[in-house]
């Protein structure tokens, strides 16, 4: 599904990812994680083309053909099938819950700009389907009750969920969760995994994830890989992973 090979990511003398390599097929749920600044954003805002790498490449198959997406626009990137959220959760706060969820669907929307402005059948026709395609993810994440709220007054985990609902109404086929889980307490972060787990069965996806909390990743991870300053330190499956020395000393320290 996914395939980044050698890629690095300089910020000026920064070096924010160094030589990065990683495989994820299709139906895996892949955790990322590593210490504080170990560069795991960085590597969703490459795949997601926020940032063009320094160096190396990143492919994606959403189907058979393999196509090469680096470089390519944020907008580009999601059409053809990715999407995340966000570590800092980016809502439209003054909008509301229901309209966050709509505003997703924009991007699969195929009547043309003309046709939504005179609101001509066609395009009232897909709005109907976009509305109920919305209402249907928002009871998928438990927040149909509070569709007519406005997105900053619901509670942190919520905004989470919310931010998720968004992201699936773009039908990605991969989908990158930046700490999903943090801010959310011990009840909501298992309501959380199962969440996760529901969603890639009933969507088809394939998620790659980066998280904070030991138990969600090592919980729903097929895969884990771990960065430590940028470099991938280790990969395996999770018990692989707790016993690896290199990463327990990424984590603890070495005296
Ligand atoms: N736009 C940027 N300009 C300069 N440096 C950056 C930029 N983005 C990230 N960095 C640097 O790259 C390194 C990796 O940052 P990144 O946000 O990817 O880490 P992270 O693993 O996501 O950390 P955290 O767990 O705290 O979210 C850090 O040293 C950070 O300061
Ligand atoms: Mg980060």
Known sequence: MLRIGNMTMKFGGVIAVNQFDANIQKGEIVGLIGPNGAGKTT???VITGVYKPTEGNVVFSPNEEELDITGLRPDEIAKLGICRTFQN????NELSVLDNVFIGNHLRLKSNIFSSVLRLPNYRKEEKEMYEKSLYLLEKVDLKDAMNEKAYSLPYGKQRRLEIARALA???KLLLLDEPAAGMNPQET???MDFI????EEFDLTIF???HHMEVVMGISNKILVLDHGVLIAE????EIQENERVI???LGVE
């Open 43 to 45: 590597i969703f805002n």
């Open 89 to 92: 959760i980016r809502l439209f």
């Open 170 to 172: 773009t039908e990605p």
């Open 190 to 192: 298992r309501e959380l």
């Open 197 to 200: 787990e529901e969603i890639k």
């Open 209 to 211: 994830l980066i998280e």
């Open 236 to 239: 395996g499956e999770p018990w």
């Open 249 to 251: 000393e990424a984590y």
